[in-house]
């Protein structure tokens, strides 16, 4: 029986940008890509498109890392809840789709990594992420509401000024990749569809 072809499309990008041989990235980005695929299996198809623009790849790893596995007042799977929420409400399929299976995978729980990427007011959640949430969301549909009320009802909920700064910049990363996924119409690694459900 043939095997039946997947509704996604078949490509990383859309653009007619050609991703360098391996062997023609840096050595230390040639590592990290080995490191990706002894850790997670896969190379990220955002990091396969970035090969293709020079030194804006390591400028990628090094923020991406940094802001998602750094030192942080945020948990990493508050980072990934934010990053959904985000994306949610970008429509980014790239990244609702990636980082949706880092929510089910980091809370062990496939409900809550579909309620956050199709109503994450629809979730159960407790006060603190629910303001974390709700702030996220503001800032990506909202951005000129924001104000100090919005900052407060964070404190209110238990956040330091330093998780504050993190949950702005996580959300602004993420409005930022949401819109280049979506122009470019990249396209996720497939396995993540299957990913601890």
Not at 114 to 124: G, K, M, P
Not at 145 to 172: P, Y
Request: with cysteine; proline share 6%.
């Amino acid at each position: 029986m043939p095997r039946k072809k997947s509704a996604q499309p078949d490509h990383v990008t859309a653009l007619r940008v050609r991703t360098p041989p391996r062997r023609r990235l840096d050595p230390d980005m040639q590592k990290y890509f080995a490191v990706c695929e002894e850790k997670i299996q896969h190379v990220p198809n955002v990091l396969l498109a970035y090969s293709a623009h020079g030194p804006k790849l390591r400028n990628m790893v090094n923020f991406y890392n940094e802001l998602m596995f750094g030192e942080s007042p945020l948990t990493k799977l508050e980072r990934e809840m934010i990053a959904v929420v985000v994306s949610c409400a970008n429509h980014c399929y790239y990244c609702l789709v990636a980082h949706g299976a880092a929510v089910r995978e980091l809370s062990g729980d496939p409900v809550l990594g579909e309620l956050l990427a199709l109503n994450y007011r629809a979730a159960d959640l407790p006060p603190r992420h629910r303001a974390m949430l709700d702030f996220a969301h503001k800032l990506t549909v909202a951005q000129r509401d924001v104000g100090e009320a919005d900052r407060q009802s964070l404190r209110d909920a238990g956040f330091s000024e330093e998780a504050i700064w993190d949950i702005a910049e996580t959300a602004a990363f993420f409005n930022f990749t949401n819109r280049l996924a979506t122009a470019t119409d990249m396209m996720p690694n497939r396995l993540y569809h299957g990913q601890a459900r």
